[in-house]
């Protein structure tokens, strides 16, 4: 049984590799939900999507989000209706939001629902959001704290980061399967997510961060930062502006109470020793997911860790 | 100040030579909402839309309903989630119902939301759901009582109609404005809908029967029967499972306690006599509206009656 904890794009690339080596029913992923947002009245859950969507064959791989050739009619009409209209959902992808919606409203949990979806996007994997509960990234900025889509999609990331902050994580409860599918695993992998929004608040829910330090699972992350800088992404700036050197380093030390293997880019070499004094293991190898190939590689030096 | 009285398509048709004649601003429609359906948890008032996109000049005419040009990928994605998507809902009418659902989430009330959409859509006419309280029109077949939607557009019409039923009629209040509109009108005009489900569930509202009565206002209906079948919908299925006779006479039969005047096809001269022993005026002449010409020739006999 292997476990992933999962953010959004980066974590997708790499779990398409996986599935390709792994049998996909021995698979769970836990998925980051503080990106969840409200828009238009409907639930928005972005990084359980980009997951489904990927996994499923669908998603704009361009865009790493959306469903792949969708159009954006529902969404150009409902500009006429909201001054503010800047998440781009496509027509196909609302489908998706408006049954997730619906069946939120009937009580079903976001577990229930994402099962659902993946049922319906013939996905044999187990995808879990990270709790069912309320739970919302934001980010302090001069501005004043906005959720953290704000922050990335509609001022695209531009603000100086001040702070980051979890609302409601005190009171949110891990989904079901998450602490067992943690505890019983024989490998988990954090994959090259960002350690703050996507890794950072799946460490936040109760009791994540215990069962990942006392479970017999080897526990492996690969390094989403290259060469002192995110594959794709704002972790650069939300390390810098929580304080934190921009390295791969920095990763493995916000990591390092319960990992034993770290994955390092071959251009971040020279940083092995000092993760090592961490008392983490070390692999370098090519952590750039260029293709499928270089994706199924990476998988398997998790694999082989 | 005129007051219109209207279901969906045969209405719309009638008042887009009406608002073509006289100030839009004098015109308030009030519009049926026992067609109301929630799918998929949207909200949809398809009569309101009818009238409104149809006003708006963005109807697709052929259909008479939904968005010209509009595309289905919303749908069509949907019903991979839903076994039953019967209810045809294009990707731009899509953004129509997730905004009229949020603001009723919201709390705001559906007279309220269809004023905003309105404004949305240039129009200065105004449109009043005919409540803003629940009230579902239902079919008795020999399946059962159906909702009023899935009568005319999932079994397509084809039971035999065993009765009407208004749920929730004896607590639906008027919605703002509606009756003011009638008892402060010139002329009250009742389109030529559908006598039981589209007028008749107006006329089951609260107080609307009453100040119709009561009201100085000109009250003039035009038939929706020629000569013997209606232009459009299943109004002789209605008319005859509820066993009255097809025919414009049944039509003026049932709003003989407050109608002046009936305008009547030429197809049905032969009606004249026996309308007129119900005390009520008649005129004949051409009513079916092919174009916009006969349209306002329409709307003009109305208004000189």
């Known amino acids: 049984m292997i476990t992933a904890l999962a953010g959004g794009v980066g974590a997708a690339r790499f779990l398409t590799g996986l599935v390709k080596i792994v049998n996909e029913k021995d698979l769970s992923i836990i998925v980051n939900t503080g990106d969840d947002i409200g828009m238009f009245g409907l639930h928005i859950s972005p990084d359980i999507d980009i997951i489904a969507y990927t996994l499923a064959g669908i998603v704009d791989e361009e865009k790493g989000w959306g469903i792949r050739g969708d159009t954006f009619h529902c969404l150009e009409t409902l500009r006429k209706f909201y001054r503010e209209a800047w998440f781009n959902l496509g027509d196909k992808d609302f489908a998706t939001h408006i049954f997730r919606t619906n069946l939120l409203k009937k009580g079903l949990r976001l577990s229930e629902v994402t099962a659902q979806i993946s049922h ?50 005190e009171n949110a409860n ?41 479970t017999d ?13 995110p594959v794709k992404g704002p972790a650069d700036k939300l390390l810098r502006g929580l304080g934190f050197e921009v390295s791969a380093y920095s990763v493995a030390k916000l990591y390092s109470d319960f990992l034993d293997t770290f994955i390092l880019d ?31 590689a990476l998988a398997r030096a998790v694999l082989e860790s």
Chains 1, 2 share one sequence.
């Open 120 to 169: 319906v996007l013939g996905l044999n994997v187990k995808i879990l959001p990270m709790t069912d509960d309320k739970f919302e990234t934001r980010i302090i900025t001069e501005m004043g704290s906005v959720h953290f889509q704000e922050y990335l999609v509609k001022r695209e990331a531009k603000d100086e980061v001040l702070g980051v902050e979890f609302l409601d994580a």
């Open 174 to 214: 891990p989904a079901p399967s998450v602490i067992e599918s943690i505890r019983e695993a024989k490998l988990v992998t954090i994959c090259p997510s960002n350690p703050i929004v996507s890794i950072g608040t799946i460490l936040a829910v109760k009791g994540v961060r215990d069962a990942l330090r006392r």
């Open 217 to 229: 699972a080897k526990r492996v992350a690969i390094s989403p930062i290259i060469a002192g800088a």
């Open 266 to 296: 071959t251009a971040d070499a020279a940083e092995k020793d000092k993760v090592e004094k961490l008392g983490i293991e070390v692999k370098v190898t090519n952590t750039l997911m260029k293709n499928l190939e270089t994706k199924i």
